[in-house]
């Protein structure tokens, strides 16, 4: 039996995430492709994932887009008592942009790849540098790669 590991989402437990999965027909059946000779996660349908994961409960997540979504989860109200024009919900909830979640995906997809040479001891490892979600730094060390889109330098470029 091969281990897989389900990435953490900041106050989103992983019965949350297993439940949202066996209680929707289209992600139940089509999120993790399976033929006699590999396992794939369906990349595209990830994402819908995340975004149905992460979607506000006042709000159907197959009416609104994937940054419409990622923008509710990082936007945060005034009430009259604050003065700042600029205002956040807490970073840790924030709807990653949808190129990060789909390079976690590739990340994941890479993984299976490696866990699928468990007991064959000839067994080709992947190349995991040819991924766009894997980087080697000069220092020789690996990094992840989530894409530009993964962050913003001020608050006046995130989504809105």
Known sequence: MQTFFIPKCHQISHDT???TIIQNQHFRASLFLCSDQEITLNEELFVQLYKTLNCP??????KISYEEVRALTIAKKLDATQKSCVRTADHRKWLPSESAVLRLAQLMNLQIK???TMGTHNATLPNFLQ???LRKISAGEIEYDFGPESSFQTLTDRPA
């Open 17 to 19: 995430v297993m439940k």
């Open 57 to 62: 409960k006042k709000y159907v997540n197959t």
């Open 114 to 116: 490696y866990l699928e």
């Open 131 to 133: 991924s766009p979600c």
